[in-house]
């Protein structure tokens, strides 16, 4: 299938701004203020302020609140909240941090956490910004494992309150953001002891400082200092010393605490009670993955730009220099993480869809019963996203930033803002590696659930569909790529490598492979004499990355393909597919060696597949502009000197060039008879 010469950009932003397309329309049409940009060279004090004033002003636009409840000026759209906060990310990031913190995580926590008494008290001042507050979960010796964080908050029934303390340094809580400035309140994470039991970690409303600014008795509020970007957020450490908190204070939605001391839960296993109360709060790192992808964007559309009016080397016989994204080297750089970030942006907008359906839902039932399965897949796939979301921006805006030459590494070019500001989103609101095995571990879940437990694994005689079915989780399109994959013959050196349903198929059965042989692998384990569990999954722990990796690939093609489904014109679709081709090809591509090593691809069809590739290259190259063009960036968003020098430069040239013909012509215009 050929290509169309040209393509609207618009029917493109209509299918990549999907089901909230009306938030991302509001943001692009009405936020333009001085203080959305970064401001290159401005100093730590200078960004706080102007970041500070910048949320104020968002408060009373009533855009970052829209996932509260309505009977407080909500709309309890949590899909329209996360997208609203992920616009931010295309402006400067410390504000969409700063307002994570405000909307997401503090007013979510006590959203998600509290009761209608504290709604009542706490969420009109948190959506107004009148009350700035912190999310204090992450302590200095214990990020990930927050299970185990060592801050206690015992019960004392003849005071009918929480004694909030930190054992020692390294039970502090640290980089919270709002905390070393602005916040005066902070939901704290702790564990709960009352008559003398502990009953895991649960949240506490604390306040830090008074109406003055000053720390409250107990509290000791330090400056996390210099870091390598976000300077507009103010990260900070707290510290609590026997800070008594009353007992109301306790957000106790699904844990109570009664005036003699009782513990009551309507959810009595501590570990579901546990990932039940984290599990609500999975906007935050839905909101960290599509921020991500928001300043990867950017950085390519910065790039790709650039590339289309610099020029490099002149072709022999040429009289002007080839532009930089007429090279195939700049191709493979730019086009297939275009490609990749099409893709998440469709894997994206159905978490995000799956996320405000489940949360809705969830909001409906009682607290007992909600849908489990459905809560489960939705963690685990926002940390499989939050994860490649996060990675692929590193990766891309360093390159992008590398594509883009010494000017590339000016500040007044933007690009080295993004690099720094979003450095840290690998191990935020997660490390990556740590959500990878998160991920692994529900495949592992999923797999003894449908074929038994772990003693049986090796019995179990493994059907295809069976597995496709109850194992490897489908997307919205389920149905078409069930019947495009169906339709894939046996035989691959037969199918072409731009058959849709032989790319999911291969995507499809690696995942299936390598679940079976971390699984084989941890059978052998746990069948050998005196290994402990540790060791048994220790030592294949390269293993199980490896399958929550190969998960992630599949489930994003599967998305990639779901979303091309909205496309409704043609010509939009023609391109859509042909970037689709390019995600899943080179996602092939960068995995040949295991597709050789298992047999999946020959020799000769591995060399076919990189000349596919290029092929690709080609076709798309007439379209790079039309596809960042897609991304409807507002030009005062990007901040970038690079793109109106670039451009203005290249006028001038253009002028020149058209006297100097002109000037040609002139002289060669001799009188008759001269």
Same mark, same amino acid.
Request: aromatic content about 6%; proline content about 4%; charged content about 25%.
């Given at each position: 299938?050929? *290509? ?11 299918? *990549? ?89 503090? @007013? ?40 185990? *964080? ?49 009953? @895991? ?124 994204? +007429? ?39 009682? +607290? ?47 690009? #080295? ?12 609101? @997660? ?101 402990? #569990? ?101 030009? +005062? ?38």
């Amino acid at each position: 299938m050929s *290509l169309p010469h040209a393509v609207d950009p618009k029917g493109l932003t209509e299918v *990549l701004d999907g089901r909230w397309g009306h938030v991302r329309r509001d943001a692009r049409e009405h936020l333009h203020d001085p203080d959305l940009l970064p401001v290159y060279g401005e100093d730590v004090r200078e960004a706080r302020a102007r970041v500070t004033r910048m949320v104020r002003k968002l408060a009373g636009s009533g855009r970052v609140t829209l996932g509260f409840p309505k009977e407080y000026g909500g709309e309890e759209d949590a899909g329209g909240s996360v997208t609203a906060i992920e616009m931010l990310a295309s402006t400067d990031l410390s504000l969409m941090v700063k307002a994570g913190v405000q909307w997401g995580l503090f @007013g979510g926590a006590v959203q998600a956490l509290g009761t209608e008494r504290h709604h009542e008290a706490y969420l009109p001042a948190i959506m107004s910004f009148e009350l700035p507050g912190c999310f204090a979960m992450t302590e200095t010796g214990h990020g990930s494992d927050v299970q185990q *964080l060592r801050t206690t908050c015992t019960y004392d029934p003849e005071t009918q309150t929480f004694d909030l303390h930190n054992p020692h340094e390294a039970a502090r809580k640290d980089y919270i953001g709002n905390a070393a400035q602005d916040g005066r309140m902070a939901v704290v994470f702790a564990q709960l002891v009352t008559r003398g039991e502990r009953h @895991g970690v649960h949240a506490w409303l604390v306040p830090i400082r008074d109406d003055q600014g000053a720390p409250m008795p107990g509290v000791t509020i330090g400056d996390d200092g210099p870091k390598a970007g976000l300077l507009g957020v103010d990260n900070g450490r707290l510290t609590f010393d026997h800070v008594t908190v009353p007992r109301d204070m306790l957000l106790d939605r699904y844990g109570q605490v009664a005036e003699d001391g009782t513990y009551t839960s309507s959810i009595e296993n501590e570990t579901r009670r546990f990932f039940t109360m984290l599990g609500t709060l999975v906007r935050g790192r839905v909101s960290v993955g599509g921020s991500a992808s928001a300043a990867t964007r950017l950085a390519l559309d910065i790039a790709v730009r650039y590339g289309e009016t610099r020029r490099q080397f002149t072709a022999p016989g040429a009289d002007r220099e080839i532009l930089l994204n +007429d090279y195939l080297v700049h191709q493979r750089k730019l086009l297939p993480a275009l490609a990749t970030t099409y893709a998440y942006s469709f894997a994206q907008e159905e978490l995000v869809g799956t996320m405000h359906d489940v949360q809705a839902g969830a909001g409906e039932a009682q +607290d007992g019963d909600l849908d489990e399965a459905a809560q489960r897949e939705l963690e685990s796939r926002a940390a499989g996203l939050k994860a490649a979301q996060t990675w692929h921006a590193t990766r891309t805006i360093q390159m992008c930033r590398e594509a883009c030459g010494g000017a590339g590494y000016l500040q007044e070019n933007r690009l #080295p803002h993004l690099k720094a500001d979003t450095d840290v989103f690998t191990t935020f609101e @997660g490390d990556n590696t740590v959500l990878l095995q998160l991920v692994a571990r529900g495949l592992l879940t999923g797999y003894r659930d449908a074929f038994g437990s772990l003693d049986g694994w090796g019995k179990v005689g493994f059907i295809a569909d069976m597995v496709r079915e109850t194992v490897l989780e489908r997307t919205a399109a389920r149905g078409l790529i069930a019947r495009l994959v169906d339709a894939v013959p046996r035989r691959d050196d037969d199918v072409p490598l731009l058959d849709r349903g032989w790319q999911l198929r291969m995507l499809e059965d690696r995942e299936k492979h390598v679940l079976e042989g971390a699984i084989r692998r941890l059978r052998r384990g746990t069948e050998t004499p005196g290994t402990q #569990p540790f060791d048994v999954v220790n030592d294949v722990q390269d293993h199980v990355l490896k399958t929550a990796q190969v998960h992630i690939d599949r489930v994003v093609l599967e998305a990639f393909v779901a979303g091309i489904e909205r496309a409704s014109d043609p010509d939009v679709r023609a391109l859509l597919e042909r970037v689709c081709d390019l995600y899943a090809l080179t996602t092939i591509e960068a995995d040949r060696a295991w597709f050789l090593e298992h047999g999946r691809l020959t020799a000769a069809r591995s060399k076919a597949l990189t000349a596919a590739v290029n092929a690709l290259l080609k076709d798309l190259r007439p379209h790079m502009v039309t596809l960042v063009d897609a991304f409807a960036i507002p030009e +005062d968003w990007k901040g970038a000197a690079i793109l109106r020098e670039e451009a203005d430069r290249q006028e001038a040239m253009a002028g020149t060039d058209a006297r100097l013909r002109r000037g040609t012509a002139t002289s060669l215009e001799v009188p008759p008879g001269q």
